[in-house]
C-alpha cells in the first residue's frame, strides 16, 4: 500500500494507530467483542446521540483499508458490508485518498449554482456515459440517496403534470417525508413519523421464492393493480430498484421488470429505476438495470459512487430532466466538490482495476460457497443475487415461514470472530453480502468459515 495521508496526532485510543501504518487484509481479534475502549466510547454515545440513531453493533472503527476495518482496541475485521455497499472500491481506496486531497486543497465549495466548477460537469458526464441508453440524457447531484429519490419524482412530476407516484411491495427508499412514504417496511422506517406524503401507491411486487410467479404473471399483477386502483393517465413515474436491496436482495423473475417499462412507456409514466444500492459496478455492470434490458427513464445513484464520500444524483432523459425551470433543482452542497473529485476516481477505478470483472469473480466465488452453506443449512431456503450484491434467506424449511432469530444469532457471532455481515430483508430474515469488490477469495472464503461455523453452534 501507499499511502500518502500525513497522519495527525493519533487519537488516545488503546488500538489506535498512526493513519499512515498499514492495514494488514487480515482477521485478527485481540479483545471481547465489543473491547474496552469501544465500551467507553459507547457509553459516551449514549449520553449525547439520540436513541433513534440504531446502532447495529458498538464496535467503534478507528481506521480502515480495502476489505478490512479496524476498531479503537486493535481489531481487525473483514467488513462484509462496506457501510451498506458503499465502499465498492474498498476503504481508504488510495486513488480516492489522493483526489479528495488535491481536491480539499483547491477549493471545497462555492455552489454550483452560484460559481460552478469543472468535476461536477465531469461526474455528469461519466453518468451519461455509463448509464443504459444512448439517447441524450442530463444530471443533478445532490447528497444522498433520499433527496435522489425526492429529485427524480419532482422532475417526474413536473415533466408529466400528474402526481401519483407507484412504487413496489418490499421496496426502500429513505428517510425524508416522501420517502418514507414510498417504503415498504413501516418498521424501523416509517411507524409514528407521519402525516406522510400523499398520492404514494404501492404495488405486489415480483418475489419470486415466495411467490412462485412468472415475471409475465407478477407483471399482470403489478399493472393490473395499478390500473384498477390509480389508473395510470393519473401517474407521474413508476419507481423500482432492479434489485431490492433493504428488502432482502430479491431478484425479480425474468422479465418482469421489462413488462413495466413498457407499460410505463406505452402510458407516459416516467419509468425510474432506484440504483441507489445496486448501481456503481456492485453488480458486475455500471448500472444493474443493463442486465434485465432496462433503459429507464431516470436513475438514481448514491452509495457506491464516491467512495463513502458524500454524493448521490439522478441521471435522466435530458428532456425530462430539462423540463424544471432554473432554480427548481439543487442545494447548497450538492455536487460538492471533493465527493465529485472522489466519484471521479471511483469511475477510473472502476475501468483500470477492472471492477466490473471483480464483482463477476465475486459472485463466481462466494455464490458456489453459499450453496455449500445451504446443502449443509437447510434454515437457508435461497440464495440469490448478482454480481457483489448477493444474500441468503433464512425460512424454516417446512413452512417457508421467514426465520430472523437465526439470522440476529449468526450476525451476532460472527462479529465475535471477526466478520461483520448484515442483516436485510423485509422479515429481517436475510444476511447480505456487499464486500469491497477488491477482496481476495481467500477472505471470503474465511468469512463464509466463520458463517458456517456460526450457524452450527
Ligand atoms: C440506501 C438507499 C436509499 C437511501 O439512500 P440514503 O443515502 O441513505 O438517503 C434509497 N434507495 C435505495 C435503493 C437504497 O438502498
Redesign the pocket.
Known sequence: MTDTLSAPAAPSFEGSAPASAPIAQERHIVTAIPGPASQALHERRLAVVSAGVGTALPVYIDRAHDAIVVDVDGNHFIDLGGG??VMGVGHTNDAVVAAVQEQVAKVTHTLFTVTPYEPYVRVAELLVQHTPGDHAKKVVLVN??????ENAVKIARKHTGRAGVAVLDH??????NL?MAMNFKAMPYNLGFGPFASNIYHAPSSYPFHDGLSGAEAAKRTISYLEKRVGAADLACLVA?PV???GGFIVPAEGYLVALQEWCTANGVVFIA?????GVARTGAYYASEHFGLVPDMI?T??GIAGGMVL?GVVGRAEIMDSSHAGGLGGTYGGNPVACAAAIAVFEQIEQRDLLGQAKRIESVLKPLLLELQAKHPSIGDVRGMGAMLAIEFVDPETHEPDAAIVSRAVAAAAQQGVLLLSAGTYGNVIRFLPALTISDELLREAVGVLDAALSA
Open positions: 451498506i455497499g444522498s440517496g433520499a433527496e435522489a429519490l421496496g426502500y427508499h429513505g428517510r425524508t420517502t430498484e431490492q436491496g433493504e432506484d440504483e441507489v444500492q445496486s438514481t448514491a452509495k448521490a
